[in-house]
């Protein structure tokens, strides 16, 4: 340790937790449980915070002003130049859409509710997390949350008893409550542990407990040092995007980084060379610049390209170290040497300025007149949805299952599904007889099967509302029932990994569930449609707009025989159901797909609003398929 204080084993851990996340990030083998690197942060943050707090609230120089000035100081000069270089970016380079997302995002980032922000849109490691900029911004967020209210507590409970005794058992019941506070809340609702301060708190404060551990006398610190790198090596290879997080599973790399910060080694080989002391320094820049780099790498439709996320890597490093040798280090020197007011003002006033601006991108809706009125009307195919979507399309984890009626007379047809079923609802009311109307059961999610349940969210209650479905349609026995599900959900190349069925399949599931609609009514069901690898009204848009990229047409079809053969398994299930005499099957293979491709644009039209949903206007071309095969016409 230098004279200064400075722990040479703590900036290189902080190298390894940015080198995990990076490579995380950027998809390379070998670190899919890189994203630990962020519970290691948290773990030196508590550490480094406690050791300010406490020791000032001793020493009697704590301010709780000062304390926040010397947070923003560090964090918010780079955060809030990545932030306007994105939002210069942005304007040249963003649909209209994405730009008012990210103008949304900056203005939570820059207050510390992007964390916040993020659990409600929606988790962590699904498909549209590549598509947010300032999605790592969330664990800024959860340390800015804890550095606002630890100092508070520390000082209040110093009054109560000023003793380190104290103060440790406090926070050690902390680490307890908050760990357990994580385990249900990651079970109940995976995002919400993922994202939130309650069920991450516990990291921070374990760091805490390690200041309050002398270090000097204590025996055995190599062994230990070793003890913490083994246990955040075993959680890079037992551990997955899929592994419930944080939970009970990030208390192993927790720990790992506990022991190599309580072995205190100022000299291992394993912290202290000279390529973890350089990364370690730049290791905030560096996680600031990483995912706007993987975010424009997958904007572009490049994730599949190894070499460019390898560049992308190395780019991420060289705009860290410019931005700590250009941003941090200038702002840190020159904000320090001014009075706290000055500092303040001098700190605060240029985000008071991005904030504004952020706030009238987003006014205007991500300002559409920077595009042509083609792409703009490509766009538009996005929110080409049902207009009864948020009335008519239910949630897997509300209580209860929308029921809507579509036309004016006596029930013709029971629509059921998921939001497939939503998606074609323009085409199969169309389709039914003049003067009759339809009844609809659609709950996002939830494939009609009965005992669906899902292993990372005990609120997925879809069994539920199946039971509910098949017990209400009672009502209308001997009426057409029409179904719709994502089959390939079902059994498919997109088959929710997450969802189960005690004792059987998702397909034989299935099978059982269509079997018991029959029982009282004649059962039609639609056949898997095709699904493109990216949003269609983007990807055609940003073709169109952004021909220097050279995308390709063909990542807006499909084979014929590849789609085949993915939707064998659902075919082949449908097929054995359409052998009951009161199961017909409705194939629309043909309406996607011709000799050899399956298309997804007609008449230079997008007919998806997404990668795999049917938009509002193209629904209606279903209509003569569904009404012939129905009802005869």
Not at 154 to 181: E, Q, T, W
Request: proline share 4%.
């Amino acid at each position: 340790m230098m004279n200064n204080g400075f722990r040479y084993d703590i900036n290189g851990l902080r190298a390894y937790a940015v080198f995990f996340v990076v490579l995380f990030h950027f998809g390379l083998t070998g670190f899919s449980a890189g994203f630990i690197g962020v519970d290691i942060f948290f773990v030196i943050s508590g550490f480094l915070m406690t050791g300010i707090v406490v020791r000032g609230i001793e020493n009697g120089t704590f301010s709780i002003i000062g304390f926040y000035l010397s947070r923003g100081i560090r964090i918010i000069p780079a955060l809030l130049v990545v932030c306007v270089v994105l939002l210069i970016l942005g304007f040249f380079i963003l649909l209209p859409v994405d730009y008012k997302t990210l103008a949304k995002h900056v203005i939570s980032s820059l207050s510390f509710l992007s964390n916040i922000a993020y659990w409600k849109e929606t988790g962590y490691f699904d498909a549209q997390s590549h598509y947010k900029p300032l999605l790592h911004t969330w664990s800024l967020s959860v340390e800015w949350q804890f550095y606002m209210l630890f100092p508070i507590v520390m000082a209040v409970l110093y009054r109560i008893k000023p003793s380190r005794s104290f103060l440790l058992k406090l926070i050690f019941f902390g680490v307890v409550v908050s760990f357990l506070l994580s385990v249900f809340i990651s079970k109940k609702s995976p995002a919400a542990g993922f994202f939130l301060l309650p069920s991450r708190a516990w990291e921070l404060l374990l760091g805490g407990v390690v200041f309050f551990i002398p270090s000097k006398d204590l025996p055995f610190k190599k062994q230990i040092e070793i003890f913490g790198f083994f246990l955040i090596v075993l959680s890079l290879y037992f551990f997955t995007e899929l592994s419930p997080w944080p939970s009970y599973n990030a208390l192993l790399p927790a720990l790992g980084a506990f022991f190599i910060l309580l072995a205190c080694q100022q000299k291992s080989f394993l912290t202290n060379n000279l390529i973890t002391q350089w990364l370690g320094v730049s290791s905030y820049s560096i996680y600031l610049w990483h995912w706007p780099v993987v975010f424009f790498i997958y904007y572009f439709y490049k994730e599949h390209s190894v070499l460019l996320s390898f560049l992308g890597a190395i780019l991420s490093v060289f705009l860290g170290w410019c931005s700590y040798k250009l941003i941090e280090i200038p702002a840190r020197n020159k904000l320090s040497s001014l009075p706290k007011h000055c500092a303040f003002k001098v700190l605060l006033s240029p985000v008071a300025v991005v904030l504004t601006v952020s706030f009238v991108i987003y006014g205007l809706n991500g300002i559409k007149s920077r595009f042509p009125f083609d792409v703009n009307f490509i766009l538009d195919k996005s929110n080409d949805k049902n207009p009864r979507i948020n009335e008519c399309l239910g949630s897997p984890e509300s209580k209860t299952v929308p029921k809507c009626i579509y036309g004016s007379g006596p029930i013709s047809l029971v629509v059921i599904g998921d939001s497939y079923a939503d998606a074609m609802m323009n085409g199969i009311t169309s389709a039914i007889p003049k003067n009759t109307s339809l009844v609809s059961y659609t709950v996002s999610s939830c494939q009609t099967i009965l005992g669906l349940k899902k292993i990372d969210n005990e609120n997925f209650d879809c069994d539920e509302k199946i039971k509910y479905i098949l017990n209400d349609i009672k009502q209308y026995k001997n009426t057409p029932l029409l179904i719709v599900n994502m089959m390939s959900a079902i059994a498919g190349p997109y088959q929710d990994k997450s969802k189960y069925i005690e004792n059987k399949t998702l397909i034989d599931g299935y099978i059982d569930t269509v079997k018991a609609f029959s029982k009282n009514n004649k059962v039609f069901l639609v056949s898997q449609t095709p699904r493109a690898m990216y949003n269609i009204p983007e990807y055609y848009a940003k073709e169109k707009y952004f021909k220097w990229l050279g995308l390709s047409d063909d990542n807006t079809i499909v084979k014929k025989e590849d789609f085949l053969t993915s939707s064998l398994l659902s075919r082949n299930a449908q097929e054995v159901l359409s052998k009951n005499g009161n199961i017909n099957i409705i194939d629309i293979t043909d309406f996607f797909c011709g000799n050899d491709d399956c298309s997804f644009i007609r008449n230079q039209d997008p007919i998806l609003y997404d990668s795999h949903h049917m938009n509002w206007s193209a629904s209606k071309m279903l209509s003569p398929i569904f009404s012939k095969d129905i009802f005869g016409d």
